[in-house]
């Protein structure tokens, strides 16, 4: 059997696509929210299953990626994720780059030769990759109007991707891939797609209740914001995170979302200017997690909540 796993967010979704439509298989979708990484262990592996992994840290995942491999599976696993210890192993293909200019999409991308490269932009785009991203789309020849537009969906993809549950969310994950595999492009799922522009009214509606709150903790080098218990507020949390950072790249951000148990769902971007370390600090709260520039904590006690302010902190120089 083929499995197929894959992050919720904007760059899991444009890996796997380009994925695919190269190389077309029925498989097994394995996916959820953005947070919902532990995506091996819904997977009960056996001799000959090829199993795709994509956009998940295969650190969080290794005894269940271990356990499909002595099961004789094989595995192609793709991430820029901390990976801790890679298992050797001949059923384990790995392509894994933790640099902080890529992602997942990219790696893909140059796996691919640039078959679908235009997914790729929409998936840098998506996870905060700018710059990445307007290099690649430069190699395409892309107008400027198409490169927004790549660039406005891959925002709404990775908007979508946001939430404790698939409630919150405008789609599931999975169908929003189907829908985008539908489409066959990124531009015509843009200029055709009534889909897209629900999203899109949803992605302003969210960001403008965002955009009037003011941080709870600022100085020069670190912003603090919380987020209320509400659903436009789970959704919107990390792309408001990059907004944030890319509107003051000299500062770190932390967002924080109430969650109904009473703690804190956090979202943390390192400066643009030195995409290090968020990793590192979400690393040293039992639930964290991430890359160098952007990372999170899935639940953050209320009593770690000074602890964890007095940890960006010092991570960033304040």
Known sequence: MDYDLFNGDADGICALLQLRLAEPRD????TGVKRDINLMKRVQAEPGDRITVLDVSMDKNKADLEQALNNDAQVFYV?????GDIPE????TSLINEAPDVCTAVLVNGHLDGAHAQWAVAGAFGDNLKDTARKLGKTLALAEADLTALERLGICINYNGYGPSIEDLHFDPEELYRKLYEAGSPLA??????DFQRLSLGYDEDMAAAEALQPTHVNDSVAVFMLPDEAWARRVSGVFSNDLATGNPQRAHAVLTQKANGNYLVSVRAPLSNKQGAAELCMQFPTGGGRAAAAGINDLPVDSLDGFVSAINAAYGA
């Open 189 to 194: 799922f843009v200029h055709e797609s009534a």
């Open 79 to 83: 991430d820029h994720h901390y990976p």
């Open 27 to 30: 498989a097994k979708l394995v």
């Open 89 to 92: 192993h001949p059923g384990l």
